[in-house]
């Protein structure tokens, strides 16, 4: 099984390989995925189910794969006799339950070329096998020439189109060589005439189709969620091709199948079903589900989906839930997704949706053995779950919990741009008020080992203080603390908490960083993963918001950073910021500290910085 990471459909015609492989293939040209980004959409594969009811419905979200209740296509065949190996960029990409190894390569450094086929010749001898192999050149080469170097909104990569596309055909070419050297080692090693060889893609690319989306992962436009499949098997028919939708989730079962394997009781159900009895007519017009939320784009929600599509072999219906917004596509007459019919009177725009309503109660319902936990819980732990604010065992916090869960209502109705902790509710935690967050407080200051530093004649300013629960920890070993946050809703949160807990010694200003104001300098100064944030309601660039920091800050005060997720992505990211602060500060502590979240990032940079 081989994924072209990245490739769009509609470049199969202008790589003569990819075209004379269809004549040993059974071929779909409309495989619709779930999710235009690599993770959502193999867990998507991997389950046979869409991310609502398997949990990987959002980019930070492979931590919230349903393993309990989710049994993989690599369990399924390794329960059956199956050696089971895959070879990925990164561990979280997929499932790990039923692999009997997981290796991991270098995107930036590794020689694919070389690798695979050395895989191959290393698993030939352990059948029956499953292999999954990630072939990430094209994503490789778009987060160095564009990932990198543009962002969403930039005219000059927007208004280039021809030439990106172009380009990515000389990518998508090289996927093409690799292909043959594939197929021809699985000849050459005789894995060939007795092997199912599955190829797609996991989803598309934008070479500047639409502003706002640079490569993918922010829309639901068919460049990006169609893309293609390649059945190659000895009883498998040969150089058909299927043009109707059908849809990742489609997968497993058709595997399934094909290995005469049954599925088990007890488990979520799988949403695919088996495409070898598929018939190309118009009566087969199956009902394709994607979607998504973008890391960046007009309306960022990366920790869980916000826009919503359903499409069929003609129409597409896409929902934002963040501003409302709707969009019909006649896709039979306009491929370009051009004209938006939307509210026009066309009445299939009510029929898709009642189908999307219909979906949302079907995922509901999925999920809603989640009851047997439920029933097992204190009273105080059924009242949490109920109103979705995750409590530790014991305490008597309903009346503060119940304050908490107004001021979180509000902020989800009223504060268009919270994009953090959707899940959760607090993204920072506080055992000593029974609030279970997305980065438990007391566990960072442990990890932290700031306690030297600490002293009661400090002043401390804490930048980007959320719903003030670091503030307030800190509060106790400092003289006074102010944190400065823009959302009011979550400073409505930290004075809550302040005056449960009677803290006199701290106070919340409700104000961005560029226009927060104060008549006092302060001894430190906490800048945890706030530099910069994907909300984009930060402005400063990271010298400015160095130079703001350096203004505020006495002579020989601390600056306590902590990098931002983003920083650790890639590697050197972190560079440029470090030579802005070196400039500034003399480095006095510089040391990798976990990270709870999000789950890609398992770690930041933290330091200790002393101004010069």
């Not at 969009?327 to 004209?339: H, I, P, R, S, V």
């Not at 309601?537 to 703001?548: R, S, V, W």
Request: charged share 30%.
């Amino acid at each position: 099984m081989i994924m072209l990471d990245g490739v769009r459909a509609d470049t199969i015609n202008f790589v003569p390989y990819l075209q004379e492989l269809k004549k040993e293939a059974l071929f779909f040209s409309s495989l619709i995925t779930y999710a235009p980004y690599t993770l959502a959409s193999l867990h998507a594969i991997f389950s046979g189910m869409y991310g609502n009811t398997n949990g990987v419905n959002g980019y930070y979200k492979s931590y919230s794969f349903d393993k309990d209740h989710c049994f993989t296509l690599a369990q399924y065949l390794k329960e059956n006799g199956y050696y089971t190996e895959a070879d990925v960029i990164n561990e979280d990409l997929i499932p790990k339950q039923g692999f009997d190894k997981v290796r991991i390569h270098d995107e930036f450094k590794s020689n694919l070329l070389e690798r695979h086929p050395e895989i191959l010749l290393q698993i030939k001898n352990k059948q029956p096998f499953f292999l999954f192999l990630d072939y990430n050149f094209v994503h490789t080469n778009l987060v160095k020439n564009i990932i990198k170097k543009y962002s969403d909104f930039s005219i000059e990569y927007f208004k280039n189109k021809e030439k990106n596309y172009s380009n990515y055909l000389v990518l998508v070419s090289e996927a093409g060589d690799y292909l043959k050297l594939m197929m021809d080692k699985l000849k050459e090693l005789n894995l060939y005439g007795n092997s199912v060889v599955i190829i797609f893609a996991d989803h598309g690319c934008s070479v500047g189709d639409r502003i706002g989306e640079k490569v993918y992962g922010v829309y639901l436009y068919d460049y990006t969620i169609r893309t293609f499949m390649y059945i190659i098997g000895k009883y498998l028919p040969k150089g058909v091709e299927r043009k109707n939708v059908v849809r990742t989730a489609d997968i497993m079962p058709t595997i399934l199948d094909i290995t005469k394997i049954h599925t088990k009781g007890g488990y979520k159900p799988i949403h695919g079903e088996s495409l070898l009895n598929l018939k190309e007519d118009a009566s087969n017009d199956v009902i394709a589900y994607s979607e998504t939320g973008g890391l960046g784009g007009p309306t960022p929600s990366p920790e869980i989906h916000n826009v919503k599509a359903i499409r069929t072999n003609r129409w597409k219906l896409i929902y934002n839930t963040t501003n409302s917004k709707k969009e019909l596509y006649d896709l039979e007459n306009d491929k370009d997704e051009a004209t938006n019919l939307s509210g026009k009177g066309y009445e299939i725009e009510d029929r898709l949706w009642d189908e999307m309503l219909r979906l949302d109660e079907k995922f509901k319902i999925e999920n809603s053995r989640n009851f047997l936990k439920f029933k097992t819980r204190s009273f105080e732990q059924k009242e949490a779950m109920a109103s979705e604010i995750p409590i530790r065992n014991g305490g008597n916090f309903e009346e503060l919990h119940k304050k908490l869960r107004e001021h979180l209502d509000m902020q989800s109705k009223e504060w268009k741009t919270f994009i953090y902790a959707q899940d959760k509710g607090f993204y920072q935690g506080f055992d000593e008020i029974k609030i279970e967050g997305c980065r438990p407080t007391e566990k960072r200051f442990k990890m932290y080992k700031i306690e030297k530093y600490m002293s009661k004649d400090r002043l401390v300013l804490d930048i980007g203080s959320n719903c003030g629960f670091v503030s307030l920890f800190a509060s106790r070993y400092f003289g006074h603390i102010d944190g400065v946050e823009i959302n009011p809703y979550l400073v409505a949160i930290a004075n809550d908490a302040k005056n449960y807990l009677k803290i006199k010694n701290a106070a919340f200003h409700c104000s961005s960083f560029e226009k927060f104001k104060i008549d006092k300098k302060f001894d430190v100064i906490f800048s945890f993963a706030n530099d910069s944030t994907i909300d984009e309601n930060t402005k400063f660039n990271f010298k400015e918001y160095i130079q703001k920091i350096l203004f505020l800050l006495k002579s020989h005060g601390l600056l306590i950073f902590e990098s931002q997720a983003e920083d650790m992505m890639e590697k050197n990211m972190f560079s440029p910021k470090l030579e802005i602060l070196e400039k500034y500060f003399n480095v006095l502590e510089k040391r990798k500290v976990k990270s709870d979240y999000p789950y890609n990032v398992p770690e930041r940079w933290f330091l200790v910085l002393k101004k010069r």
